[in-house]
């Protein structure tokens, strides 16, 4: 490295990271699809958006997705997961919000434990595979076949 690159770099560094992030931020957050010994599938219902969904939520400053994922399945669905899951696929969600992306996880090495009461559950409940409720969103319909039936996983959420 150049004496001036070596000078300059530690000072402008800091700007040129502020600018990326402005300009490239993302977002992160995780969905659990989590099998119990039956094969069926936890879903929730949230209280703010229509339809099932596989549990999660987003990744906060400071947290792994490691973290991430086993706070959220044991918050919404009551999955306290023993070994760390299978990381599945990471997909773009731009429809929902720019920059955001979700990493889908396999969950099958868990414990049930109580989900943590809040105002966010609106009804969990576990569902075979072939007889998924009605209002199962589109994307989670397409998660699940993507991981249980060989579908090529799409690399938009939504698709």
Request: charged share 25%; proline share 7%.
């Amino acid at each position: 490295m150049s004496g001036w690159r070596a000078r300059l770099e530690p000072r402008i560094r800091p700007l040129v990271q502020a600018y990326w992030r402005l300009s490239r931020g993302l977002t992160l957050g995780v969905r659990g699809l989590a099998l119990d010994e039956a094969g069926r599938i936890a879903l929730v219902r949230h209280t703010y958006i229509a339809g099932w969904h596989l549990p999660g939520g987003g990744v906060e400053r400071g947290e792994t997705v490691w973290q991430a994922i086993a706070k959220e399945m044991r918050e919404e669905a009551g999955v306290a997961i023993a070994a760390r899951p299978h990381l599945f696929h990471v997909y773009t969600n731009e429809r929902k919000f720019r920059g955001d992306h979700i990493a889908l996880f396999i969950v099958r090495d868990w414990t049930q434990c109580d989900p943590e009461p809040g105002q966010e559950i609106a009804e969990t409940g576990w569902f075979a595979p072939d007889a998924l409720p009605d209002g199962t969103s589109p994307a989670t319909r397409a998660r699940i076949a993507e991981a249980l039936h060989g579908a090529p996983p799409a690399d938009d959420w939504s698709r």
